[in-house]
T-cell receptor, first 111, second 114 residues
Framework: GQNIDQPTEMTATEGAIVQINCTYQ??????LFWYQQHAGEAPTFLSY????GLEEKGRFSSFLSRSKGYSYLLLKELQMKDSASYLC????????????FGTGTRLKVLA | SAVISQKPSRDICQRGTSLTIQCQVD?????MFWYRQQPGQSLTLIAT?????????ESGFVIDKFPISRPNLTFSTLTVSNMSPEDSSIYLC???????????FGPGTRLTVL
């Protein structure tokens, strides 16, 4: 079956570092994507991993281990504006071409 | 990055009626997707809109309830038919970027069915 799990909620302090984990079990794998979604807005693309390892983009980094079915999004130097939901999604080409989204993690950044 | 617009941005509809949501992309894209996002939930894929052929629906979604059109490479519509309060949700369209490593979303249509 298709299963993508994330923690439901996380809280962190401004200036800190937070790691949001994502584990997945899908029929096929052709990339893992992270999105940020502020309340009432559409998701915006953050990162893409298809090979194992760490991809860094400014304050955000994303890691992938395909053998473990595991990814994380690392947010450094947290700012209040980082309070949002973070969605992990797997692109699956095993049947129809599609993106399967995880449950999402609501991150609250406290002053 | 692609810019995607949706119309309407929100609507309140009566049970039993239908609503058509339009999605316009500012460039030609191969793949367009329609998602539903219920309050506090993640995104659920309804279907992939294919240009020149019928949409591909995910399990639990059927063409009679959610007919989709894709007349060209920049435009798609999703109709929510014979609505019930359970259809109240945000409906989002998205496209896949040219390098296939990004996905862009429209602003969403917030639908409330009374």
């Amino acid at each position: 079956g298709q299963n993508i799990d994330q923690p439901t909620e996380m809280t962190a302090t401004e200036g800190a570092i937070v790691q949001i984990n994502c584990t997945y079990q899908t029929s096929g794998f052709n990339g893992l994507f992270w999105y940020q979604q502020h309340a009432g807005e559409a998701p915006t693309f953050l990162s893409y991993n298809v090979l194992d390892g760490l991809e860094e983009k400014g304050r955000f980094s994303s890691f992938l281990s395909r053998s473990k079915g595991y990814s994380y999004l690392l947010l450094k130097e947290l700012q209040m504006k980082d309070s949002a939901s973070y969605l992990c999604a797997v692109r699956d080409l095993s049947g129809t071409y599609k993106y399967i989204f995880g449950t999402g993690t609501r991150l609250k950044v406290l002053a | 990055s692609a810019v995607i617009s949706q119309k309407p941005s929100r609507d309140i509809c009566q049970r039993g009626t239908s609503l058509t949501i339009q999605c316009q992309v500012d460039s030609q894209v191969t793949m367009m997707f329609w998602y539903r996002q219920q309050p506090g939930q993640s995104l659920t894929l309804i279907a992939t809109a294919n240009q020149g052929s019928e949409a591909t629906y995910e399990s639990g979604f059927v063409i009679d309830k959610f007919p989709i059109s894709r007349p060209n490479l920049t435009f798609s519509t999703l109709t929510v038919s014979n609505m019930s309060p359970e259809d109240s949700s945000i409906y989002l369209c998205s496209d896949q970027g040219l390098d296939y490593n990004e996905q862009f979303f429209g602003p969403g249509t917030r639908l409330t069915v009374l």
